[in-house]
C-alpha cells in the first residue's frame, strides 16, 4: 500500500511555510495566529474564543486546505484527524488554574480549553468533518505511530488523513492521501516524514 | 485475523480486582459517598473517591497497580515483549503535580518500571479516551503493528477538574442520576481500568472474549455541547455494526455513557432512536463509579467482560423513571441473560464519539 503526502506546512514562532515554501507575511508584531488569520483573510469569530493550541492548528488545517482544495470533495465522514503534543493544554491548564487562585472564580470559559483534543473539535465544526479523530500525547514528534496509523486509517475506513503536532514555535501538519493529487512526489514512509518535518525545525 | 480481549481490572473505591467491583455493584452498591467541604465554595459533594486526601503520585500508582494486576493475568514476560505495546489514557493525568507536563514523566516512569521495548502511546481525547485506546489497540493489533497491548487508563479526582466541572454548572448536589427525570448533573469519579488485548489467544490465563470492532466520529457541531442530533454518536455506532459486520438485532445489551447531564442524556436516547435502538436492555454505570473521565471508558468494558463472564447485566444505578424525550430500556433490575454481544459507547468535549463491540467466542 503506498499512500502520499500531498502537502505540508510548518508554522515557526513568526514564519510560516507551505510545501516548503515561505509564506509572505506582512512585517508586523503581532503573533504568528494573528498574522496567519490576516494572510488567510478569514472572516470567523470564533477563532477569537479559541486558545493558543486550538488557533495553531486551526490556521494550520486552513493554510493545507488551501492548498488542497479536493480535500472538500471528500465525503464528510472520509477526512480523519491525528494529531499530538508533549505537553497537553498545558499552557491553558495554566490559565484556568490563575483564574481561580487568589480570590477569582474558576473560568468556564477556559476550562473547556483544558482538554487537547477540543482543536480536533475546532477542526471538524469549521469544515463539518465527521471522521475518525485521535489525540495523542508524546514526548517528541513520533514519524513512526504517524505513518502505522495513517497507513491503518487509510486502509480501514479514510480517503484522507490530516496531521499534526502541534507545538508552540514548531509546529508541523501534513496531509497524507491515497494518490498524489499535488505530485510532490512524497511518498509517506518514515523517513520522508522526518525529513520534512525537519526541515524547518531546528 | 481476530483481536482478543480480556484479563481485565479495576481500581476503585469498590475494590481492586474487576471480580470485587462487579460483586460490588451486582448487590448495586456504590461508590460514591458526600465529601465534606470540598467543592469550590466549600460545598459539601458527593464524589466517588478512593482516599480522602490522595497521596504523592498516586496517578502513577493507579497507573502502574493497574498494569501489575492486568500482567497476573497474562503469559510471563508478555509485558517485556518487542511486539508488546502500552496504551494510556487519561484526561488530566497528575496535573496539580506537574502542570507543565503531566504525561511524559508517568511514560518514562512506566518504560523504566516495567522494562518496556516501546514508549507507551498516550489517549487524551475527553471521555472518550478509555474506548477510543482499545481502539487505537485494535488497529495497531489488526495491522500487525503489534501483536499485544496492555490498555491502562486512569484520572483522579482534583480541584482543578471539580472547580472547572462546577463552573459550567454541571455537578449534581446529589449522586447523580443517569437517563432519570430528576438528574441534575454528572457526579466526578476516580479510579484506573485496564485490560489486554491479543491477536494471541494463547497471552491469557482466565477465558477471554473477542474485540470486535470499534470507531470513532466527531458531532463537527459544539466544542462543549453535545449535538442536538445525536450525529456523531449515530455515526460510530453505524460505522462500527457495519465494520464489525454485526447487525443491531444480535446487540445484546448497551454500556452507555450516560453522564446525567440533560444535554448528554438527551443527545444519547437521539441517537439511539434514530439507530433503532431503543428496545436493547441499557445502563451507565456513572451511579456505581461516577464519571472516571479517561478512566470509564476502560472501567465500564471492563465490568462489560464481567457480564459476558457471570451472564448478568446491572441495573443502572441512579435511575427509576425515563427523563429523556426518546424511550430508552434502562435496567431498573439486574438482568440474569445469556449475554453474548455488547456494545460499549462513549462521547465527549470535543465533539468526539466513539463505539466498540465485544462478544463472546
Known amino acids: 500500500m503506498t499512500n502520499y503526502i500531498t502537502s505540508y506546512c510548518h508554522i515557526l514562532s513568526d514564519e510560516c511555510w507551505v510545501n516548503g515554501k515561505k509564506i509572505a507575511l506582512q512585517d508586523s508584531d503581532d503573533d504568528i495566529t494573528k498574522q496567519l488569520y490576516n494572510y488567510l483573510e478569514m472572516d470567523y469569530p470564533k477563532f477569537f474564543k479559541m486558545d493558543r493550541l486550538s488557533k495553531t492548528a486551526f490556521l494550520g488545517a486552513e493554510l493545507i486546505k488551501n492548498n488542497n482544495l479536493a480535500l472538500l470533495n471528500y465525503k464528510d465522514d472520509e477526512v480523519g484527524l491525528l494529531f499530538s503534543n508533549p505537553i497537553s493544554s498545558a499552557e491553558t491548564d495554566l490559565n484556568f488554574l490563575k483564574s481561580y487562585q487568589n480570590g477569582g472564580m474558576p473560568s468556564p470559559a477556559l476550562f473547556v480549553y483544558t482538554l487537547p483534543n477540543i482543536l480536533l473539535g475546532e477542526i471538524a465544526i469549521r469544515n463539518k468533518w465527521y471522521g475518525e479523530s485521535v489525540f495523542t500525547v508524546s514526548e517528541n514528534f513520533d514519524a513512526a505511530y504517524f505513518l502505522s496509523y495513517c497507513n491503518m486509517l487509510l486502509n480501514k475506513c479514510q480517503e484522507a488523513v490530516l496531521c499534526g503536532w502541534i507545538k508552540n514555535n514548531e509546529t508541523f501538519l501534513f496531509l497524507v492521501e491515497k494518490e498524489d493529487v499535488n505530485q510532490l512526489n512524497l511518498q509517506l514512509s518514515l523517513e520522508q516524514l522526518n525529513k520534512i518535518y525537519l526541515k524547518k525545525i531546528k | ?361
Open chain 2, 1 to 361: 485475523m481476530q483481536t482478543f480481549i480480556g484479563a481485565e481490572n479495576i481500581i476503585s473505591p469498590l475494590g481492586i480486582t474487576a471480580e470485587e467491583n462487579f460483586n460490588s455493584i451486582k448487590k448495586n452498591k456504590s461508590g460514591i459517598k458526600q465529601v465534606e467541604k470540598i467543592g469550590f465554595g466549600k460545598e459539601d459533594l458527593y464524589l466517588s473517591k478512593i482516599n480522602e486526601e490522595n497521596p504523592k503520585n498516586f496517578f502513577y500508582y493507579l497507573l502502574s497497580q493497574c498494569l501489575q494486576s492486568i500482567i497476573k493475568e497474562a503469559k510471563p514476560r508478555i509485558i517485556e515483549a518487542n511486539d508488546t505495546i502500552v496504551i494510556i489514557s487519561t484526561t488530566k493525568a497528575d496535573i496539580l503535580e506537574n502542570l507543565s507536563s503531566p504525561m511524559i514523566q508517568p511514560v518514562h516512569q512506566l518504560i523504566k518500571e516495567f522494562k518496556l521495548k516501546h514508549t507507551p502511546i498516550v489517549i487524551s481525547n475527553a471521555c472518550i479516551s478509555g474506548v477510543l485506546a482499545m481502539n487505537v489497540a485494535n488497529d495497531f493489533i489488526q495491522s500487525n503493528t503489534y501483536k499485544n497491548a496492555f490498555v491502562v487508563g486512569a484520572d483522579i479526582v482534583s480541584d482543578f477538574v471539580l472547580y472547572g466541572f462546577q463552573s459550567l454548572y454541571a455537578i449534581s448536589d446529589e449522586p447523580c442520576k443517569p437517563f432519570d427525570k430528576n438528574k441534575k448533573g454528572i457526579t466526578l469519579g476516580e479510579g484506573a481500568g485496564g485490560v489486554l488485548m491479543s491477536s494471541d489467544s494463547t497471552v491469557f490465563k482466565a477465558p477471554f472474549f473477542e474485540f470486535v470492532e470499534g470507531t470513532s466520529a466527531n458531532d463537527a457541531n459544539h466544542i462543549s455541547g453535545p449535538s442536538r442530533t445525536g450525529e456523531g454518536l449515530f455515526r460510530t455506532v453505524t460505522k462500527t455494526l457495519k465494520l464489525a459486520g454485526v447487525d443491531k438485532e444480535n446487540i445484546d445489551f448497551i454500556s452507555a455513557h450516560g453522564t446525567a447531564t440533560i444535554f448528554n442524556d438527551e443527545m444519547e436516547s437521539i441517537a439511539f432512536d434514530r439507530l433503532g435502538m431503543t428496545n436493547i436492555p441499557l445502563n451507565s454505570l456513572k451511579g456505581y463509579f461516577g464519571h472516571t473521565l479517561g478512566a470509564s471508558g476502560l472501567i465500564e468494558t471492563a465490568i462489560c467482560i464481567q457480564s459476558l463472564r457471570n451472564n448478568v447485566v446491572i441495573k443502572s444505578e441512579g435511575f427509576d423513571e425515563i427523563g429523556t424525550s426518546k424511550e430508552l430500556n434502562v435496567l431498573t433490575q439486574n438482568l440474569e441473560t445469556e449475554v453474548h454481544t455488547i456494545l460499549k459507547t462513549a462521547s465527549g468535549f470535543g465533539g468526539c464519539n466513539a463505539s466498540l463491540i465485544i462478544r463472546k467466542l
